[in-house]
């Protein structure tokens, strides 16, 4: 789509929204009536470097990656959501109903073009890749074309990744869209799971882990940046890679087997099976006298819920099931 057309279908969905709204979403109009701002609003929010200034909750919102789209469903905004795209899983139960009425526009990533012609005036990405500027879809492009983005603050991290960091995102989404007092509510939900694992794990030894993500000639495993490290203490589990400065990084499997991990933790994703990389890791020769090998002791989670996302606890309480089974049932 030519960007003149869109930039004037934004203006004029600017200037209707004054009146009756544009779009029909769930979120709060404009304006009251009164003709005064809704409440909340404007809102300037500053995003990895990205400063915006909302007028108005968006009413044609994009969501692309697993945990964006579910953090926007858990805040029951879809009527203002006009595409999604780009699932790792089966989107959760409790929001399959309010993810089959919004449009999947894409598999995996679309064009800046197919996404310009969807004519959002909102787009959420889960990863940097999201806004991938190589492929046109850098955050100044969209905003030349006067659509407004946001990226999971998990992306660009000013320090260590903690819940702090789940509660800002859910909050700073939830005034996005005009609706601060679902934020609340659905905080208030999480971290009631989060506060019951931590009391039956009350007393219980840390088990010592290393994430397998990936990788053959070197290991692709969590850091102590990134909300996987915070996950794997919450659950009872101390990472033995956390001193890695980032989210994710590439070990060697002799530091691996020098760390001696009493339990191995795999991310389930991608083209390769579970059972295929337990196999790769027990036959391994240079890990052959780990703990973890030797016990055949492995957990596993899906990569979808190793992300700064609404499923982060209740992975808190799977993988704190698979290493306590004695405490946590």
Not at 80 to 101: C, F, H, N, R, V
Not at 256 to 268: K, L, S, T
């Amino acid at each position: 789509m030519p960007r003149n057309p869109l930039k004037s279908m934004l203006s004029a969905c600017a200037l209707a929204v004054l009146i009756s709204g544009c779009g029909g979403g769930n979120t709060p109009s404009a304006t009251s009536s009164t003709g005064a701002a809704a409440p909340g609003f404007p809102l300037t929010v500053e995003n990895c470097g990205v400063r915006t200034t909302y007028q108005r909750p968006p009413q044609r919102a994009v969501s692309l990656n697993q945990h964006a789209t579910e953090a926007l469903l858990s805040l029951g905004v879809e009527k203002s959501m006009i595409g999604t795209g780009y699932l790792d899983d089966k989107i959760l139960p409790e929001y399959q109903a309010a993810y089959d009425g919004v449009k999947v526009i894409s598999k995996e990533y679309p064009s800046f073009e197919t996404l310009l012609a969807a004519e959002p005036d909102f787009v959420y990405g889960g990863w940097t890749s999201t806004f991938d500027e190589k492929e046109g879809r850098s955050r100044a492009a969209f905003t030349k074309a006067g659509i407004n983005t946001h990226l999971n603050t998990e992306e660009c991290p000013t320090g260590p990744v903690t819940v702090a960091a789940l509660d800002e995102e859910i909050r700073t989404l939830a005034k996005i869209f005009g609706v601060p007092e679902r934020g609340e509510e659905r905080l208030k939900t999480l971290h009631a799971t989060l506060d019951a694992v931590e009391g039956k794990l009350n007393g219980a030894a840390p088990v010592k882990l290393f994430v397998y993500d990936s990788g053959d000639k070197t290991a692709f495993t969590a850091g102590g940046k990134g909300i996987g490290n915070e996950m794997i203490r919450r659950a009872g589990g101390v990472n033995l890679f956390a001193d890695l400065d980032k989210a994710f990084g590439d070990v060697s499997f002799e530091q691996v087997a020098q760390r001696a991990p009493e339990a191995i933790v795999i991310y389930d994703y991608g083209d390769q099976s579970v059972e295929d990389k337990k196999k790769f890791l027990l036959a391994h020769p240079a890990l052959k006298d780990v703990p973890a090998i030797r016990d055949q002791r492995f957990a596993v989670l899906p990569l979808s819920s190793t992300v700064l996302g609404v499923r982060m606890p209740a992975a808190v309480e799977s993988l704190a099931k698979q290493l306590h089974p004695d405490r946590v049932r």
